[in-house]
């Protein structure tokens, strides 16, 4: 047949996850969800399609990712703005508003799966791409802000990782902000004669980032413009300094930033990012901070909170670089049949081998016994059991090691089908893919 359809591929930023890796993805959420449950997170699991309103009144209007990076799109059976979630935090809040889920007692969440940005995608920097988020609702003190650094850390030695550091922020509260930001455009108005044209630009749109500049001519102005720690009530700066304070009963290291904003505007008080050398250019493995403003914000009743997220695929790279994680095999039992007779046997036999537990594949494809066996060998499978004519007649099964084992199993052995769920019992098969 001629085939006229031309082939479609993947989307730019959007990658497959083929079995080849799809194991260590398996292994790496299996460690996620029992690191999070030492902690007593819960899973909550929400849409991946929200209103696009939840994420530029909960992110911000003025962000990149509301600004530019969103998937929306125009429902066109009946017209609503929806938009593919480009994080979790806006809808875990969403559903827990919606729920009142903080009606009795706050509430330690956690969620996990793919988040969609439209970013110029290279390593580290995908379009769709997963995150593991951690949300701590309805906690006020500075207890919960640290526990959550403590946390992250915890999962960073579990997965034996050291090259990753922290560093930490306070934004502290709104008015406080505010506050610094009218003294920040006093400051930038009196030196316009050497601000930029960028610079000049963003000084009343966003006049921190006028502080980020890479121009060295701007450099000293930038040293000497206000700092908004200065502004910050008692308040503020206790709740820092006891966050400080805990991160150091810890033994948790960290460098202050004051330089530290993160890229959604949903943050008060704490920020944290935590950052490796090990990745190139996209080297922060996760971020987050305290978000007390975005329940009322969204809608719900003033309920403090705080969190952060892991990019999964940087975390991935990270832990694969410095170890090797056992691929898993297909099955524990692979069988090898001959004939119609034995194909029907060999499908009844691998239905109770399941009932006691077993991985089985039945071979199907090339009848040859040669193929057959090497389909067994790169299966991974620990046995190859095969049913040929002889094994039909007699009711029994033969039985080929394919991996080297502590005792000599190097010969092929014929046991009676009534003795071999005993046989593999006596062995271990299933247990010898544990270690
Ligand atoms: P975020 O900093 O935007 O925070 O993203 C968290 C992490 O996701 C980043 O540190 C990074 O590892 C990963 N990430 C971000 N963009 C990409 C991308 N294009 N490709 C691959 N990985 C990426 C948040 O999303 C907040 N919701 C975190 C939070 C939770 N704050 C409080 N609770």
């Known amino acids: 047949m001629t085939n006229s359809f031309k082939?479609?591929?993947?989307i730019t930023g959007m990658k497959d996850i083929l079995p080849d890796s799809s194991y260590q993805w398996n292994e790496l959420e299996a460690i996620l969800r029992a690191w999070t449950a030492q902690y007593g997170y819960l899973n909550i699991r929400t849409p991946i399609l929200e209103q696009t309103r939840l994420f530029s009144r909960g992110i911000g209007e003025v962000t990149d990712i509301v600004?530019?990076?969103?998937?929306?799109?125009?429902?066109?059976?009946?017209?609503?703005?929806?938009?593919m979630r480009p994080e979790f935090t806006a809808g875990v809040v969403r559903s827990a508003i919606e729920h009142n889920l903080l009606y009795q007692r706050p509430q330690r969440l956690y969620t996990m799966g793919p988040v969609f940005r439209h970013e110029r995608p290279q390593r580290g920097r995908y379009r769709q791409f997963h995150q593991i988020s951690v949300e701590a609702l309805g906690f006020s003190g500075p207890d919960i802000d640290a526990e959550l650094i403590v946390m992250a850390d915890r999962l960073w030695k579990q997965l034996g990782l050291s090259n990753i550091r922290l560093e930490l922020n306070t934004l502290g509260q709104y008015d406080e902000r505010k506050a610094h930001r009218s003294a920040l455009i006093e400051y930038l108005e009196k030196n316009a004669n050497v601000l930029d044209e960028d610079s000049k630009r963003r000084m009343y749109t966003n006049p921190l980032r006028v502080l980020d500049t890479k121009n060295p001519d701007l450099q000293d102005?930038?040293?000497?413009?206000?700092?908004?720690?200065?502004?910050?009530?008692?308040?503020?700066?206790?709740?820092?300094?006891?966050?400080?304070?805990?991160?150091?009963?810890?033994?948790?290291s960290y460098s202050l930033n004051p330089r530290l904003v993160r890229g959604l505007d949903y943050y008060n008080l704490t920020v944290f990012e935590w950052v490796t050398d090990s990745l190139g250019a996209q080297g922060t493995v996760c971020g987050g901070?305290?978000?007390?403003?975005?329940?009322?914000?969204?809608?719900?009743?003033?309920?403090?909170?705080?969190?952060?997220?892991?990019?999964?695929?940087?975390l991935l790279d990270l832990w694969t670089q410095s170890n090797t994680i056992k691929e898993?095999?297909?099955?524990?039992?692979?069988?090898?049949?001959?004939?119609?007779?034995?194909?029907?046997?060999?499908?009844?036999?691998?239905?109770?081998?399941?009932?006691?537990?077993?991985?089985?594949v039945v071979h199907s494809g090339p009848t040859g016994f040669r193929a057959q066996f090497?389909?067994?060998?790169?299966?991974?499978?620990?046995?190859?059991?095969?049913?040929?004519?002889e094994e039909l007649a007699q009711s029994a099964v033969s039985i080929k090691w394919l991996r080297q084992t502590a005792d000599d199993n190097s010969q092929q052995q014929l046991i009676p089908m009534g003795q071999l769920a005993e046989f593999l019992k006596s062995k271990g098969v299933a247990a010898w893919h544990m270690t």
């Open 7 to 10: 082939k479609v591929n993947g």
């Open 67 to 83: 600004e530019k990076e969103m998937y929306s799109f125009t429902d066109s059976l009946n017209g609503d703005q929806l938009t």
């Open 221 to 252: 102005m930038a040293d000497n413009a206000p700092v908004l720690f200065d502004f910050l009530g008692s308040e503020s700066k206790d709740h820092f300094a006891e966050v400080c304070n805990r991160l150091e009963d810890a033994g948790i």
């Open 289 to 314: 901070g305290r978000y007390d403003d975005l329940f009322s914000l969204l809608g719900g009743k003033d309920s403090p909170a705080a969190g952060f997220a892991i990019g999964l695929e940087r």
């Open 328 to 360: 898993s095999s297909e099955c524990h039992i692979y069988i090898i049949h001959q004939g119609e007779g034995a194909q029907r046997r060999a499908a009844v036999l691998a239905e109770s081998l399941r009932d006691d537990g077993y991985r089985v």
């Open 374 to 389: 090497r389909r067994a060998d790169s299966s991974g499978a620990t046995i190859a059991l095969i049913i040929g004519d």
